[in-house]
């Protein structure tokens, strides 16, 4: 299965989706594109480093610079949706991964690709998911809250927001003396594994 893989930063998931494909000669896929939103993602370097093909989708490089700044959010979410469904179609891409793509999807991408993109959370959704819940905001909801445990969800995207389908959940303690810090260094490896189960996963269940 070809995937694209959404990135925003550092890119530590897509580099477990990578390690796994070069040392499994049985991974059920393929990472043939990156697509970041920023061009300053770590990444695309690692991507570079892969010999992946790297692509960046901004609202400035989509809209220039002009049009970007005059543009609501929406709008700029659906011209950088409608650049990645472009890029994947002329890529041939069959499923699409965000790994940690700090932007949502909308328009005719979740359409053309239902049941084929699949989103990491960095919380056990239902809970801490919605508008506002990424990175450390949702690690400093989940102790704000007093929650026993915490964790990260992989699962299909559909119009809403971490309202899809769920794949695989990873579980975590919620420690006394926890920091959103240390909550995330606790969870980040477990995201690691997630993200290549719900990839696999999705390789299945879209098997021609």
Known sequence: MKIA???????????????????????????????????????????????????????????????????TRDEKRIAISDAILDLCRKYQIEAIVLAGYLSVLG???????????????????????????????????VLASGEKESGCTVHLVDSGCDTGKILVQKKVPVLPGDTPESLYERIAPEEHKAMIEGVCILASMNKN
């Not at 998931?13 to 990472?31: G, V």
């Not at 061009?39 to 790297?54: D, V």
């Not at 959370?121 to 949702?138: C, I, Q, Y």
């Open 107 to 141: 328009g005719s991408i979740i359409n053309e690709y239902s049941g084929k993109i699949i989103n990491l959370h960095p919380a056990l959704l239902p809970k801490f998911g919605g508008v506002g819940m990424w990175g450390h905001n949702v690690h400093e909801a």
């Open 5 to 71: 893989v959404l990135v925003s930063g550092g890119g530590t998931n897509l580099q477990a989706l990578i390690d796994y494909e070069k040392s499994h000669a049985d991974c059920p896929y393929h990472i043939a594109l990156v697509i970041s939103n920023t061009k300053n993602a770590y990444a695309l370097e690692r991507a570079k480093n892969a010999g992946i093909p790297a692509e960046i989708r901004s609202p400035f490089s989509v809209l220039g610079k002009e049009n970007a700044e005059k543009a």
